[in-house]
C-alpha cells in the first residue's frame, strides 16, 4: 500500500463515476496521513466544483450544420437515382482519400452541390477570420452576395423535392434570401397555385409579404385568390393583398364583381379588414 | 434515452437525419472542449463543424468497437491537429482568462468561488497541453479510462499513471498559485 | 380462418384478393412484407379511399400488414335485401332461381421495389382497416379519403399524412410531420423534435392538439383566424407577424388571422399550427 494505490483509487472513482469504498487497509494507511488526505481533498474539489460553467455555442454553429446536413440529404436522394448504373463500381470495397470518399456519396451530377459546401464552409471559415476595417468589409458585403446566391441555388433545390416537408425547408430558405432573385419568385408563385399540401402554399404565401417588388406579382395573387377552392389559401391570400398590395389592387379585390367568387368566411374578414385599415 | 452507438450506425445505414440527435447531444461539449484545450470562440464553432462534416464523411469507418463520443473525439484531435499544421503561422490563443469566456452566471456567484475557480483555470492553463488533454477529457468531457485508454491509444495502467502524474502536477500548480495569492 | 401470407417482393409486384376468410361481411388477410434492402431507409407511400389506418413502428426489419374489410355500411341493407326477383328497373334478364353473390373480394394492391413500398386500395363500395407494422426509422405519406382515422404510432421517420374524413393522431414521434384535415381534429404527441426540416399541422374546421416532450426545442408557430389559443408552455407567444405599412403610432397588437410564435427551450426548427375555425392546443409533456 502506498500514496500512489490510494491516488489512483480516487482519481478512479471520479473519472469512472463508480462508487467503490475505500478497503479497510486503505482506511488505516489514509489515517493520520494529512498530506495524502490534503491531495485527495483537492482531487476531489477540482473534480466535484464547478469551475467553469459550460459556454454556450452561437447560433450560426446550428445554422451552419443543418445546413450542411440539408445539402447532405439532398446529395443523397439524387445519387440513390444512379445507384442501379453504379451498382458494379460500389460494390467494391476500396480505402479512399477523404474527398474521393465524400465524391462518390455526392456524384457527378451533385458535384455542383459540394462545390457549394466547400464553398460555403469556406466563405464562412473566412468570415469569421476578418477583422474590421474598410478592404474586410468590402469582401464582407460581397461574401454576402455569395452566401444569398448559394441560399437561392439551395432554396430552389429544395422547393422540387418530393416530400412536403422538405418543400417547407425550401420557403424557410427563401426567406433568407430577401426574394431578390425572380426565378426564385416565380418558382414560389408557380408552387403556389399547384402545390398539393395546404402547408406549403400557406407558407409560400407568409413569405411573398417581403417582396420589395409587390406590384409586380398583385395581379397574379389576385387572380389565385377568385380560382382558390382553399379556404385558408384564399384567406391568406386575400390577407396578403390587403397588408401588402396597392390601392388599387384592394379596391379591385373589394369591387363586386371578384367578391362573389370569395367563400363567405373570407367576403366577412375582409369586411373586418376594411374597417380596420381605412381603405 | 437513446443510444448513441446505434444512432451512428443508422447514420452509416443512410438516415442521416439521426446525425442531428448525435449533433445536439455532443455540440456543446464539443464546443467546450475546443475551447477548454486553447481555442477562441470562433474557431471552435468551426472545428465543431469541421468535426461533425468529418463524422460525416467517415461514417462507414465506424466500427462500434469504441464508443460514439470516443471515435467522435478522436475525430475531434485530428480536426485540431490538422488545422495548426495548415496555420502554423498561427499562435495557439490560449485565452482561458478571456473576460470574454465569462458568462452572465458567473456574476452571481461568491466571491470566494471566484476566486478559487480563477486559480483553478489558470492551473490547468499553466500545465503541459499533454497533461491537460488528459484532465480535460476526464473531468470535463467525462470520457471514462476504457474511452481515453482507446482514444488516446495506450493501456490502462499507463494512463492511469499519466493521471496521476498530470492531477500531481494541476495540485502543484494550483499551491503556487494560491502562495502567490496570499 | 386466417390465412398468413409470406411474399417476398424484389420487383414489382401487384396483388388481387379474393377474400379467404370471412364472417358477415367482412374479409380479413395478413401479409409479411421482407424488404430488398434490410437495414436501409424505408419510404411508405399508402392511399386508401374508405377505411382506417394504424401504423405501428417497431424493431423489426419487414413489414406485418393487416388488412380488414367490410362492405360500406349504407349499403350493407341494401345488399342484404336482395331478392330473388327481377328488379323493375332492369327488367332485360331474369334473376329467378339465382342467388346473390355478395362482393367480398378484398382489393388491395402491394408494390415494393427498392425498399420503396406502395400500398393503395381505391375502391369506394368497401371500408378497408389497415395495421400495419413497419420499421421505426420509416418514412410515411398517407392519404385517406373517407372513413376513419389515420393513427400513428412509435415512428421517427418523415410523415406526410392527409385525412380529409376522420382524425389525424400521432404519438411517440419526432417528425418532421406535415398533416392535414378539413374539418376534424389532428391531436400529435412529441416525444423528439426533428431539427432537419419544418413541421406543418393545419385544419381547416378541426383542432390542433399538440404534446411536445419537456426537453423539445422548437420555434412554435400559431394561426388561428377564428379559434383560440390554449398554452402550457413556460414561454409567451408573441406576434411575429408584420405588417408593413401600419407600423407608425399604432401599437403591437394581434392581427386576425396574424401568426404568433414561442421560442421553445431556446428555440429550433419550425412547428406550425393552423387552423380557420379550430383551436390550437399546446401542451407539455413529461
Not at chain 2, 43 to 69: C, H, I, N, P
Not at chain 2, 121 to 146: C, G, H, M
Not at chain 3, 83 to 107: D, Y
Not at chain 3, 154 to 179: C, D, F, R, T, W
Request: charged residues 20%.
Amino acid at each position: 500500500m502506498n500514496n500512489q494505490d490510494i491516488i489512483d483509487w480516487k482519481i478512479a472513482s471520479l473519472a469512472n463515476n463508480n462508487a467503490n469504498e475505500l478497503t479497510k487497509e486503505m482506511q488505516t494507511y489514509l489515517k493520520g496521513n494529512s498530506p495524502l488526505q490534503a491531495e485527495l481533498h483537492f482531487i476531489e474539489q477540482f473534480w466535484e466544483n464547478d469551475i467553469k460553467p459550460e459556454i454556450t455555442p452561437s447560433d450560426k454553429l446550428d445554422v451552419n450544420f443543418y445546413q450542411m446536413l440539408s445539402r447532405a440529404q439532398s446529395a443523397q436522394y439524387d445519387s440513390s437515382a444512379q445507384i442501379s448504373v453504379h451498382a458494379s463500381a460500389s460494390e467494391e470495397k476500396q480505402s479512399l482519400p477523404l474527398i474521393e470518399t465524400v465524391k462518390r456519396w455526392l456524384m457527378p451530377t451533385a458535384i455542383a452541390q459540394f462545390a457549394t459546401l466547400s464553398l460555403v464552409f469556406a466563405l464562412g471559415f473566412n468570415l469569421n477570420q476578418t477583422s474590421n476595417n474598410q478592404q474586410n468589409s468590402e469582401q464582407y458585403s460581397g461574401l454576402q452576395k455569395e452566401i444569398s446566391s448559394l441560399t437561392t441555388v439551395l432554396a430552389m433545390s429544395m422547393l422540387e423535392k418530393d416530400t412536403a416537408s422538405e418543400r417547407l425547408s425550401g420557403v424557410a430558405y427563401s426567406r433568407q434570401t430577401d426574394l431578390s432573385d425572380p426565378l426564385l419568385v416565380k418558382q414560389l408563385i408557380t408552387l403556389l397555385a399547384r402545390d398539393k399540401s395546404t402547408s406549403v402554399r400557406l407558407a409560400i404565401i407568409n413569405s411573398l409579404g417581403q417582396l420589395s417588388s409587390f406590384d409586380s406579382s398583385e395581379q397574379q395573387i389576385l387572380t389565385l385568390a377568385i380560382k382558390e377552392e382553399n379556404l385558408l389559401v384564399q384567406m391568406e391570400l386575400c390577407r396578403l393583398l390587403l397588408n401588402y398590395g396597392s390601392i388599387d389592387i384592394k379596391k379591385s379585390l373589394t369591387e363586386q364583381a371578384n367578391l362573389q367568387f370569395l367563400k363567405p368566411e373570407v367576403r366577412e374578414f375582409i369586411q373586418t379588414q376594411l374597417t380596420v385599415l381605412y381603405i | 434515452m437513446f443510444d448513441e452507438k446505434e444512432l451512428m450506425f443508422q447514420v452509416k445505414a443512410g438516415q442521416l437525419s439521426q446525425l442531428a440527435i448525435l449533433f445536439e447531444n455532443n455540440k456543446v461539449q464539443l464546443f467546450n472542449y475546443f475551447i477548454r484545450t486553447g481555442n477562441n470562440r470562433s474557431l471552435s464553432e468551426d472545428l465543431v463543424q469541421e468535426t461533425f462534416m468529418r463524422v460525416l464523411a467517415y461514417r462507414s469507418s465506424f466500427s462500434g468497437s469504441s464508443t460514439f463520443k470516443s471515435w467522435m473525439y478522436g475525430i475531434a484531435r485530428n480536426t485540431i491537429a490538422e488545422h495548426y499544421r495548415k496555420n502554423k503561422n498561427q499562435t495557439l490563443n490560449c485565452d482561458m482568462d478571456d473576460e470574454e469566456l465569462i458568462n452572465e452566471q458567473t456574476l452571481a456567484e461568491e466571491y470566494e468561488t471566484k476566486q478559487k475557480n480563477v486559480i483553478f483555470n489558470k492551473s490547468l492553463a499553466s500545465i503541459s497541453a499533454e497533461d491537460r488533454e488528459i484532465i480535460v477529457l476526464s473531468r470535463f468531457q467525462q470520457l471514462n479510462y476504457q474511452e481515453i485508454s482507446t482514444l488516446l491509444d495506450c493501456n490502462l495502467n499507463t494512463l492511469k499513471s499519466r493521471m496521476r502524474n498530470a492531477v500531481n502536477k494541476l495540485q502543484m500548480s494550483y499551491q503556487k498559485l494560491v502562495g502567490e495569492n496570499n | 380462418m386466417k390465412n398468413t401470407l409470406s411474399a417476398i417482393l424484389p420487383l414489382a409486384f401487384v396483388a388481387m384478393f379474393a377474400g379467404s376468410s370471412q364472417t358477415a361481411n367482412a374479409t380479413e388477410k395478413s401479409y409479411s412484407l421482407v424488404l430488398t434492402k434490410p437495414g436501409e431507409p424505408v419510404s411508405i407511400d399508402i392511399e386508401v379511399y374508405r377505411g382506417s389506418i394504424t401504423l405501428v413502428g417497431y424493431q423489426g426489419d419487414t413489414i406485418e400488414i393487416s388488412a380488414k374489410t367490410s362492405n360500406f355500411i349504407a349499403k350493407e341493407k341494401d345488399l342484404e335485401k336482395v331478392k330473388a326477383t327481377k328488379n323493375p328497373n332492369n327488367s332485360k334478364r331474369s334473376s329467378e332461381g339465382l342467388k346473390s353473390v355478395k362482393r367480398q373480394s378484398m382489393r388491395l394492391q402491394i408494390e415494393e421495389k427498392n425498399n420503396k413500398v406502395e400500398i393503395s386500395s381505391e375502391v369506394s363500395n368497401q371500408h378497408l382497416d389497415l395495421v400495419i407494422k413497419v420499421p421505426q426509422r420509416s418514412s410515411i405519406d398517407v392519404e385517406l379519403y373517407k372513413g376513419g382515422d389515420i393513427d400513428i404510432d412509435g415512428i421517427s421517420g418523415g410523415l406526410e399524412l392527409e385525412a380529409y374524413q376522420g382524425m389525424i393522431i400521432a404519438k411517440n414521434i419526432s417528425g418532421p410531420i406535415v398533416a392535414e384535415t378539413a374539418r376534424t381534429d389532428i391531436v400529435v404527441s412529441f416525444t423528439d423534435f426533428s431539427k432537419v426540416s419544418p413541421s406543418s399541422l393545419t385544419s381547416h374546421k378541426g383542432n390542433v392538439d399538440i404534446t411536445l416532450a419537456k426537453a423539445i426545442a422548437a420555434n412554435v408557430n400559431v394561426q388561428t383566424y377564428q379559434g383560440e389559443v390554449f398554452s402550457g408552455l413556460d414561454k409567451d407567444f408573441v406576434v411575429v407577424d408584420e405588417i408593413k405599412k401600419h407600423k407608425k403610432g399604432q401599437k403591437q397588437k394581434v392581427v386576425l388571422g396574424g401568426i404568433m410564435q414561442a421560442k421553445v427551450n431556446g428555440g429550433g426548427q419550425a412547428l406550425s399550427l393552423i387552423s380557420y375555425s379550430g383551436n390550437l392546443y399546446i401542451r407539455k409533456g413529461k
